[in-house]
């Protein structure tokens, strides 16, 4: 488990930041399983008899069963009283892990080609950061002073 | 594809012929594409000068009342948006088209039809812009169409709605353009051409490309809000709905800063092209130009703000933008010393585009830093809106960018057409532009420190700013002077052709491996690539070793497993994404068929948004082609079976 | 691991220079534009949010276990797209078939849930001219109603594709392509009903400014 943010974060050693050169040396983990690592692989693998570059239809539904589960989280959270402040935040986290399932899986972006990742991932850095960036701006906009 | 066994009658017969109205209708060729955004922007750029002129002859003298106030509003309006969106970004396109198969050595771009339709939307966008000319009720609530001054409460007239919808009109364009030419920079590049060997400008391109799609759909958005405020009563700006005009400020300079990389990025590559070409030197600092380019485009999205510091933000908003705004001069900076470290030790030859690139490195130089004397709120609280505003941008922009593009206009002319300009009318016109660039502009510098502001019809007699508005008049003529010379040069240059021959500069980069003008299908043979600047050094393998201090193999490229250090790529057999280009004779080319479906699409585009400009059956009309175009355009197969 | 065990599970390479399908690539490029284009929707509704001078304001209309169920439609054709595509790619022609439609049926309920729920909001005197929460909710859930409708007529092509046999599992590429387009669809909803439906459910009257200021 130590090595876990490793997995995520690479591929089969890889480093993310190696942009591919060519179909020759392109190298795409064929062994990973869907957050890193062989034996993880391996493992869904045999959980779901699918290829594990391209995820069978038991991962498949697996993942869009638990992205049922979240949202009905979601909406049960929205008829808990008493969250106070966990309230946005405990929403914003779940949407998160319902978006990140999609475009991870669905999308298939931890499987594919980095460069895929770096298109997608460099618009939703740019777009996060600035529209934060507006939102604080806006949120003062009627006591610059104070602010 | 989905074309084998769906098939659908041909609603028109493809194009064939390669001569005639119809083969530049239905042309998907990179390099007649090019030829058709520059002469329609250049058109625009007459249009947009001969506004200027009419603003400059207003405001010769005090209290003239050649043009009223209204029309005066109308002609900086639609200066600013035909400069900006119909002159200086086409242009840019122009040359994205021409040069980036030629440079990556590629036989054409990744999509060629949606170039096409990325080209003739961009045609008809401009149209329904300046379509309110004809209906005499032009926009006039400037470049930036402020809310509310844009909206319908101020704004009654039809002028900002062709405004917004043009807009539109051309994002889609700037954005089809933009996809297409990443993908065709990424992916088309010929074999061992690794991605820190292809030229400086196809990396500006990219980079530029980057941004207008990552900014064009900002101004989508802020196009469709404001039509909706104006269309269908909407109060996304309306402070009586809950809205707040502030908002367009901040979603239009969100879009409006990178929006300013987009015009100068271009410029800068070509200018890196020019400068080691008639310097005779590689290029000083190549990665860092290319991460400069790429910085500038990142740090550009956050520092939007400092065109609003006196819309009152707050101390702590102020801070953070002016510094942001500063850092953003190291880059630029890291640019400029790097043209002077090519020059330096350089053998250099003053042809024109030389000139041109000179001019651009001072004159982008004086307006790059006017701009940081605006980082400072304090100081831009007593420059906003005044004239000095106006110096500064024109200094970046006509100094920068349009230098920029005329320096390029030379300098491929003979790739382009397979002969020269005149070098001495060119000279004339490189002359008469600096003197009237210089005795227009320089002047608004002080004109504003005095308080003139922007976007007057016109002053009183006792403020003291005749005298260096007649300059400014009398060099907005002399530039308009120099332009007309460059359009002498283009006719007496094509009546007495001086042949260029296909390298006619010595240049350095693949364009000018193949003929002049290249033929249709632009290399006979697609090239195989070791260095940074691979066709100097098949010309010159002696200065391998000057250069290449680690590579001992000094043999000319075999095409074979290369053992570049730095960017390791092995040869791919073909390139081309849509042929299958072995070099066994011209045969065995397939060039994408032309079509005419990017045209009707279009149709279909600009039928929609002159349908917000008039009814729903436009729209309705506009829709039906468009879908039309669409279903024969998926249905087409790209080359038709032979 | 070898080169050759690597390459054995992959499609066919690319003959680009990157070795990555160029349509592809374009239509994750698009994709970072259309991210963009939400972007600013959404952060104009986040900073319009409850601003609202005069009602009715999201407490008073939204109607959470409507939308759940439509967001869940949604989610699920979402999971079809994958499937319709495994079998697609993995010839099976009548079974991706009947998933591509599955996406497209699913897509259409979306969209009549959408229809309905704009027109219960107009009965109940909510238009995009009533308050800035109008504006704001009708203009982006529009523009995303716009991107499912393109969705599903496309996915209605290559459903007819996949029945006649024109999309099979060598030209898969078409599909996967469209469905890119469709989940990014999928996980922009996602990103709309948290902030619109979830967190602005209690929005009342902004403070201090009571609907009775104006007139």
Same mark, same amino acid.
């Given at each position: ?23 020759s ?34 991962f498949?539904?697996l ?20 969250l106070g ?14 978006f ?20 997608f ?6 777009g ?17 002073v104070?602010? | ?9 041909q ?15 239905g042309?998907v ?34 209290? *003239? ?6 029309t005066?509003n ?14 200086i970004?086409p ?22 039809r ?8 961009f045609?008809f ?7 309110s000319?004809?209906?005499g *009720?032009a ?16 704004n ?33 590049r ?46 996304f ?10 908002m ?9 800063h990178p ?36 910085a ?66 001072a ?8 701009g ?15 004239y ?47 003197i ?39 060099g ?23 042949m ?6 010595d ?6 491996a ?9 290399f006979?043979e ?10 100097w ?30 960017d ?32 009707i ?21 506009g829709?039906v082609v ?5 279903i ?6 790209? *080359?038709?079976?032979? | ?7 054995e ?27 963009m284009f ?13 601003k609202s ?17 439509s967001?869940?439609v ?9 499937l ?8 099976e022609k ?10 497209v ?39 995303h ?5 393109i ?26 392509i469209?469905g ?21 459910f ?14």
């Amino acid at each position: 488990m130590a090595n876990l943010w490793q997995k995520l974060t690479q591929h089969d050693g890889n480093g993310w930041w190696n942009l591919p050169h060519g179909p020759s040396n392109e190298l795409n983990p064929p062994f990973e399983g869907p957050i890193g690592g062989a034996w993880f692989g391996n493992l869904w693998r045999t959980l779901t008899h699918g290829n594990v570059s391209h995820a069978g239809v038991g991962f498949y539904w697996l993942v869009g069963f638990v992205l049922a589960i979240i949202t009905l989280v979601e909406v049960w959270l929205f008829t808990v009283e008493g969250l106070g402040a966990w309230f946005i935040p405990l929403l914003l986290f779940l949407s998160l892990a319902k978006f990140v399932g999609v475009v991870a899986y669905f999308m298939h972006l931890r499987f594919d080609n980095r460069m895929f990742t770096y298109f997608f991932a460099s618009a939703m850095i740019i777009g996060i950061l600035i529209f934060s960036i507006l939102l604080v701006l806006m949120k003062h906009a009627s006591q610059p002073v104070l602010f | 594809m989905t074309t084998k066994s769906l098939t659908m009658p041909q609603l028109f017969p493809r194009p064939k012929s390669s001569t005639g109205i119809w083969s530049w209708i239905g042309t998907v060729d990179h390099k007649r594409i090019g030829t058709l955004y520059g002469i329609v922007s250049f058109i625009w750029f007459i249009v947009g000068g001969i506004e200027a002129l009419l603003i400059r002859t207003q405001l010769a003298s005090a209290e *003239n009342d050649l043009i009223d106030p209204e029309t005066f509003n109308q002609l900086f309006t639609m200066h600013g948006t035909t400069m900006v969106f119909l002159v200086i970004m086409p242009l840019s396109a122009a040359f994205f088209n021409w040069l980036i198969p030629l440079q990556i050595g590629a036989r054409d771009v990744a999509f060629p039809r949606l170039n096409a339709l990325s080209f003739w939307i961009f045609l008809f966008g401009s149209l329904i812009i300046n379509a309110s000319w004809i209906t005499g *009720n032009a926009p006039n609530g400037g470049w930036f169409g402020y809310a509310p001054n844009s909206g319908t409460t101020f704004n009654p007239g039809m002028g900002m709605t062709y405004w917004v919808v043009g807009l539109n009109v051309l994002g889609v364009a700037s954005i089809a353009a933009g996809l297409n030419f990443i993908v065709t920079i990424l992916n088309m590049r010929a074999p061992g051409m690794g991605m820190f060997k292809i030229p400086i400008f196809t990396w500006m391109t990219l980079i530029t490309s980057v941004l207008i799609v990552l900014a064009m759909p900002v101004l989508a958005v802020a196009g469709i809000q404001l039509m909706s405020d104006r269309v269908y009563g909407t109060h996304f700006f309306n402070s009586l709905g809950g809205g707040d005009p502030v908002m367009w400020q901040h979603i239009f300079w969100l879009f409006g800063h990178p929006e300013v990389y987009i015009l100068i990025l271009p410029a800068m590559g070509i200018v890196s092209e020019v400068l080691p070409t008639f310097a005779r030197k590689p290029l000083f600092g190549y990665p860092f130009v290319v991460f400069a380019g790429a910085a500038i485009a990142f740090m550009g999205w956050f520092v939007w703000s400092h065109h609003m510091f006196t819309v009152g933000l707050g101390p702590a908003a102020n801070t953070a933008f002016s510094i942001s705004t500063m850092l953003i001069a190291v880059p630029t900076g890291v640019k400029i010393f790097n043209w002077l470290g090519t020059l330096w030790g350089g053998n250099i030859r003053l042809n024109t585009p030389m000139l041109f690139s000179i001019s651009f490195i001072a004159m982008f130089t004086i307006g790059g830093l006017s701009g940081v004397m605006h980082a400072s709120p304090p100081t831009d609280a007593q420059q906003q809106d005044t004239y000095f505003v106006v110096a500064h941008f024109h200094y970046v922009l006509v100094g920068g960018a349009l230098l920029g593009i005329f320096s390029g206009i030379y300098f491929w002319w003979p790739k382009f057409t397979g002969y020269f300009l005149n070098e001495k009318l060119g000279i004339a016109n490189w002359a008469l532009m600096m003197i009237g660039f210089n005795l227009q502009f320089a002047p608004m510098h002080w004109l504003g420190m005095d308080g003139m502001p922007r976007r007057i019809y016109t002053y009183a007699d006792n403020m003291g700013w005749e005298s260096s508005n007649l300059a400014a008049s009398i060099g907005g003529f002399i530039l308009a002077l120099g332009i007309l010379v460059f359009m002498i040069n283009v006719f007496y240059s094509k009546m007495n052709k001086v042949m260029a021959g296909n390298d006619p500069w010595d240049g350095r980069t693949l364009e000018w491996a193949t003929t002049s003008p290249p033929p249709v299908h632009d290399f006979d043979e697609i090239p195989q690539v070791k260095y940074r600047d691979d066709f100097w050094f098949q010309k010159y393998p002696e200065t391998i070793a000057e250069y290449h201090h680690d590579d001992h193999d000094q043999a000319v490229p075999s095409g074979a497993q290369f053992d570049d250090g730095d960017d390791v790529q092995e040869a791919l057999p073909v390139v081309s994404g849509s042929s299958d280009g072995h070099g066994d004779g011209h045969s065995a080319i397939h060039l994408p068929d032309m079509s005419y479906y990017p045209f009707i699409l279009s149709l279909g585009v600009a039928g929609l948004g002159a349908g917000f400009l008039t009814n729903n059956t436009v729209i309705a009309v506009g829709a039906v082609v468009l879908v039309w175009g669409l279903i024969g355009w998926a249905m087409e197969p790209v *080359n038709d079976p032979e | 691991m070898t080169q050759a065990a690597a390459t054995e599970h992959h499609e066919p390479v690319e003959n680009t220079s990157t070795g990555l399908n160029s349509r592809k690539l374009m239509m994750w490029a698009f994709l970072a534009s259309d991210v963009m284009f939400f972007g600013v929707f959404i952060a104009t509704y986040l900073v319009y949010r409850g601003k609202s001078l005069v009602g009715p304001y999201p407490s008073e209309i939204l109607d959470i276990p409507l939308t759940s169920v439509s967001t869940f439609v949604l989610l699920m054709s979402s999971l079809a797209m994958v499937l319709a595509l495994h079998y697609v790619k993995a010839g099976e022609k009548n079974k991706g078939t009947l998933w591509i439609l599955l996406v497209v049926v699913l897509g259409a309920i979306f969209m009549g849930f959408q229809f309905y729920e704009f027109r219960e909001f107009a009965h109940e005197g909510l238009t995009p001219r009533t308050n800035i929460f109008g504006t704001t909710f009708f203009i982006l859930t529009g523009i995303h109603g716009a991107h499912v409708t393109i969705g599903v007529i496309w996915m209605a092509f290559l459903a007819y594709g996949s029945h006649v046999g024109s999309l099979r599992s060598d030209n898969s590429l078409d599909l996967e392509i469209a469905g890119l387009y469709w989940h990014f669809v999928d996980i922009v909803w996602i990103v709309i009903f948290t902030v619109i439906y979830l967190i602005s459910f209690s929005d009342g009257p902004p403070a201090g400014v009571g609907p009775t200021i104006l007139h």
